[in-house]
């Protein structure tokens, strides 16, 4: 995004880096100095979220290839400031200004996609407070990961079955151990912060206690080693778990109509930093797996199951959190919207690329 002398300008679309609808916009300015050429073939790059995942990756290959880097993020960085705040982002624009006084030859945007959009790019359609709820509600979604409908999406391209099911167990025991304190992290570097008691009883009562439920059945129906009872029960459980399940998506959508029948231009900006995650995360799996020679059976159910979002505990600890008709609840519904399209659209692409792993 290159940098002009008053903001950014991304084709053609001009904002203060910062901007809120009351006026915070930088004291000083930068320049991005994508016209002067690289200098010696090194270029001088600036990272946010350079610190961790993503942006440490495109850090280091930046670095590889001779670049210089100033690495901005909220810890451990060059440059330690606050993007999700106005005066975080003057305060890195202005040391930026001091350590690349000649200008940059690119900025990577790696701080995190619900910050990106809602506290910069959406900032003039958003009010500051929703955009804080709607990020906190797209932290939700990311942070649980799927471990019920990857099911359905492992069998509609054949994946492995039990590659599968090991992949879900394990997800279900990084929920239980992680998705609390790393919820509360996350959160908490956008200035949000909650209750650790209310995250713990979320899982407990989404999570833990379902578990347990599952594995107490089973134990008792297969005391004898007789699967067939095991068989003859979810049969019989089956259409209730489905009818359970249309229920919960009827009510949610529900409870959130008025407001996606009356802000459909919002219900648009929750849902395009979605849908970039859910296609990004399966490009960077699925084409590892790809680099990697896995097996398609394996590759694709394995980026699928990055992909999808464990939708129900987010929308539940978005409402126990912050409330019924909060923005944060808004997005995770937004996420059960679009969540099943992208991913039969996924599913559809993966089945297409088939070939290419034999």
């Not at 990577?108 to 910050?115: E, F, Q, R, S, W």
């Given at each position: 995004l290159p940098i002009s002398r008053?903001?950014?300008?991304?084709?053609?679309?001009?904002?203060?880096?910062?901007?809120?609808?009351?006026?915070?916009?930088?004291?000083?300015p930068?320049?991005?100095?994508?016209?002067?050429?690289?200098?010696?073939?090194?270029?001088?790059?600036a990272v946010s979220g350079g610190a961790s995942g993503i942006g440490a990756a495109i850090t280091a290959t930046l670095r590889e290839r001779g670049d210089e880097v100033i690495v901005?993020?909220?810890?451990?960085?060059?440059?330690?400031?606050?993007?999700?705040?106005?005066?975080?982002?003057?305060?890195?624009?202005?040391?930026?200004?001091?350590?690349?006084p000649d200008g940059l030859d690119g900025l990577v945007a790696c701080a995190g996609l619900g910050i990106l959009f809602f506290e910069i790019l959406f900032?003039?359609?958003?009010?500051?407070?929703?955009?804080?709820?709607?990020?906190?509600g797209m932290i939700l979604l990311g942070v649980a990961p799927c471990t019920a409908m990857v099911f359905v999406w492992?069998?509609?391209?054949k994946g492995d079955a039990n590659y599968t099911l090991v992949q879900v167990s394990i997800n279900d025991l990084i929920m239980v151990f992680a998705f609390a304190p790393i919820t509360a992290f996350l959160l908490g570097m956008t200035n949000i912060i909650v209750p650790w008691e209310t995250l713990f009883l979320s899982v407990v009562l989404y999570v833990?206690?379902?578990?347990?439920?599952?594995?107490?059945?089973?134990?008792?129906?297969?005391?004898?080693?007789?699967?067939?009872?095991?068989?003859?029960?979810?049969?019989?459980?089956?259409?209730?778990?489905?009818?359970?399940?249309l229920a919960m998506v009827v009510l949610l959508f529900g409870f959130q109509a008025e407001t996606i029948l009356a802000k459909p231009l919002v219900i648009a900006l929750i849902a395009i930093p979605l849908l970039i995650q859910s296609y990004g995360i399966f490009a960077i799996a699925y084409g590892w797996a790809y680099l990697w020679k896995v097996p398609f059976n394996v590759a694709a159910p394995?980026?699928?199951?990055?992909?999808?979002?464990f939708f129900e505990l987010a929308v539940a600890v978005a409402i126990s959190l912050f409330?019924?008709?909060?923005?944060?609840?808004?997005?995770?519904?937004?996420?059960v919207l679009v969540e099943v399209p992208v991913m039969l659209s996924l599913v559809a692409l993966a089945n297409r690329t088939k070939h290419i792993f034999k």
């Amino acid at each position: 995004l290159p940098i002009s002398r008053r903001g950014i300008r991304a084709r053609g679309v001009h904002r203060p880096f910062g901007h809120r609808r009351e006026g915070a916009a930088l004291a000083r300015p930068l320049r991005v100095a994508g016209e002067r050429g690289r200098l010696n073939g090194v270029g001088v790059y600036a990272v946010s979220g350079g610190a961790s995942g993503i942006g440490a990756a495109i850090t280091a290959t930046l670095r590889e290839r001779g670049d210089e880097v100033i690495v901005v993020d909220i810890r451990n960085a060059d440059i330690e400031a606050d993007l999700s705040t106005a005066d975080g982002c003057t305060q890195a624009v202005v040391e930026l200004e001091v350590r690349a006084p000649d200008g940059l030859d690119g900025l990577v945007a790696c701080a995190g996609l619900g910050i990106l959009f809602f506290e910069i790019l959406f900032a003039d359609w958003v009010d500051p407070q929703s955009a804080k709820e709607y990020i906190a509600g797209m932290i939700l979604l990311g942070v649980a990961p799927c471990t019920a409908m990857v099911f359905v999406w492992s069998q509609l391209v054949k994946g492995d079955a039990n590659y599968t099911l090991v992949q879900v167990s394990i997800n279900d025991l990084i929920m239980v151990f992680a998705f609390a304190p790393i919820t509360a992290f996350l959160l908490g570097m956008t200035n949000i912060i909650v209750p650790w008691e209310t995250l713990f009883l979320s899982v407990v009562l989404y999570v833990v206690i379902p578990l347990l439920a599952g594995y107490i059945t089973r134990k008792r129906l297969d005391n004898g080693q007789d699967h067939h009872e095991i068989a003859r029960f979810t049969q019989k459980v089956k259409p209730y778990s489905i009818i359970g399940l249309l229920a919960m998506v009827v009510l949610l959508f529900g409870f959130q109509a008025e407001t996606i029948l009356a802000k459909p231009l919002v219900i648009a900006l929750i849902a395009i930093p979605l849908l970039i995650q859910s296609y990004g995360i399966f490009a960077i799996a699925y084409g590892w797996a790809y680099l990697w020679k896995v097996p398609f059976n394996v590759a694709a159910p394995a980026a699928l199951i990055g992909t999808s979002n464990f939708f129900e505990l987010a929308v539940a600890v978005a409402i126990s959190l912050f409330g019924l008709n909060s923005g944060a609840a808004l997005a995770t519904v937004v996420g059960v919207l679009v969540e099943v399209p992208v991913m039969l659209s996924l599913v559809a692409l993966a089945n297409r690329t088939k070939h290419i792993f034999k």
